[in-house]
């Protein structure tokens, strides 16, 4: 299948996940911060796993200048620090019980421009090999499964009704697929290779920035290990997925 192809399908997959929200109606608010936060833990683990086992060295392998790629690991860390300093923006639930419409919209927003991002580094990925694409999508995923949990809490408990959630966070996944379009458009003009580490970056920042600090600050040792445990599984598997691939 042809990269296009690849992008199309993964986009469609990834719509799909927006949906997950769905299967956590019956458990209502205390099942879903049960399952969010291993979920956050073994995400931080997966997207880290991601960056650095898969996606770095595979974009210094093909770079002529090996500082060129830290240069855009760096500017994808910032682009999404500078994403979220703008919008005010957190991928998880918040703590305050005054959730509101306006922090509802403001969340649907982000979620879009993320998701559009997201879009960009996966096609990117899969243009430059559809091995580190599909490894690429996969990490995405395991961060967007935890994220759209979250956020289908926040928008419920803002207001809005179970069909309006899952409407919204289904209309705000599809820029992943504009995302994707747009950068295979881009590689028919030119090179897009510095797509795979920019996206690196992105994942870095989020892991680092977003998700270890929300499993970091809990005091019960059995909460600890288990979080510390599923942020481990999160590694390994993308360990498990470099050692398979090269074999």
Do not use: C
């Amino acid at each position: 299948m042809e990269p296009l192809g690849w992008i199309l399908a993964s986009s469609a997959m990834m719509s799909a996940i927006a949906l997950v929200g769905a299967v956590t109606i019956p458990l209502g608010a205390r099942g879903r911060e049960r399952l969010i936060l291993p979920l956050v833990a073994f995400s931080a683990g997966s997207l880290l796993g991601g960056a650095f086992l898969h996606m770095i060295p595979e974009a210094a392998e093909r770079a002529d200048d090996d500082l060129s790629v830290f240069i855009w690991v760096l500017a994808g860390f910032t682009t999404f620090f500078a994403l979220e300093q703008f919008l005010h923006w957190h991928h998880w639930h918040h703590d305050s019980g005054e959730q509101s419409s306006p922090l509802n919209r403001l969340m649907v927003i982000g979620d879009s421009l993320h998701n559009l991002l997201g879009g960009v580094a996966v096609a990117g990925a899969f243009i430059v090999d559809v091995p580190l694409g599909i490894t690429t999508w996969i990490v995405a995923a395991a961060h967007e499964i935890p994220q759209e949990l979250g956020k289908f809490g926040v928008l419920l408990h803002g207001g809005w009704s179970y069909g309006k959630a899952l409407l919204v966070s289904l209309a705000s996944s599809l820029t992943f697929l504009v995302g994707g379009l747009f950068a295979y458009l881009a590689s028919v003009q030119g090179d897009v290779s510095f797509l795979v580490p920019f996206a690196a970056g992105n994942f870095l920042y989020i892991a680092a920035s977003d998700l270890v600090p929300e499993v970091n600050k809990h005091h019960r040792m059995s909460t600890n290990a288990l979080h510390f445990t599923s942020f481990a599984a999160g590694i390994a598997l993308l360990l498990l997925i470099e050692r398979i691939a090269n074999r």
